[in-house]
């Protein structure tokens, strides 16, 4: 089975430099979709403790998944496929190795407040991929806590998006972003590279 349809991140590089991140269309398979999709709605779901400095976080996260779970694979499988499409544009923005050793499911209740703006922790590294199985909800970079000057990052179900983290392109930067007006549920995985 094919995880991944064909893609190429070569064109990706200046707007996740310019804006904080950049999608990737219909990154996953249609089977790879159902099959992720499949698996989470049998897992069970429980309330994020809250973070420090992030008051409004209306999500649930997916534990208990098994090691060699499908949204393990795909974390895995996406670093190597990451890495091969950036390479092929003759410039890799990574420092170092893309690996994906962090992966989570997020899911928002349709009319859920969503999550405020926040950054990704400072160990996580290269980019942060957001794949996107129930495309509910809108999300956002934006310049602060307060989320000002927000800018949509369109996706649909099957997309990942991309967006920076410390390495990439040797920054050290971090975007601030939040998911809201979330009107039909919205499923994610999120991948790190966690230092």
């Known amino acids: 089975m094919q995880l991944f349809n064909d893609f190429d991140c070569g064109?990706?590089?200046r707007e996740i430099e310019r804006i904080g991140a950049a999608v990737v269309p219909q990154f996953l398979s249609a089977d790879t979709?159902?099959?992720l999709l499949e698996e989470l709605n049998d897992a069970e779901w429980y309330p994020i403790p809250q973070l420090v400095g992030l008051s409004d976080m209306?999500?649930?996260r997916a534990v208990g998944l098994p090691l060699?779970?499908?949204c393990n694979i795909v974390a895995c499988e996406a670093s190597h496929a990451l890495m091969e499409s950036f390479g092929k544009s003759?410039?890799?923005p990574f420092s170092g190795s893309l690996?994906?050793?962090f992966a989570q499911a997020l899911r928002y209740r349709a009319g859920s407040r969503g999550m405020g703006a926040h950054q990704d922790p400072e160990r996580a590294r290269n980019v942060v991929g957001i794949v996107v199985l129930e495309a509910g909800g809108r999300f956002r970079i934006c310049d602060d806590v307060q989320g000002s000057n927000p800018v949509s990052v369109s996706h649909e179900a099957g997309d990942l998006i991309l967006m920076r983290a410390p390495g990439f392109l040797g920054s050290f930067a971090r975007p601030f972003h939040l998911?809201?007006?979330v009107m039909t549920q919205r499923t994610t995985i999120v991948l790190?590279?966690?230092a």
């Open 179 to 181: 998911v809201d007006l």
């Open 99 to 101: 690996d994906f050793n």
């Open 68 to 70: 060699r779970s499908a």
């Open 11 to 13: 064109d990706l590089i």
């Open 90 to 92: 003759g410039v890799s």
């Open 58 to 60: 209306d999500c649930v």
């Open 33 to 35: 979709l159902a099959i």
């Open 192 to 194: 790190r590279q966690l």
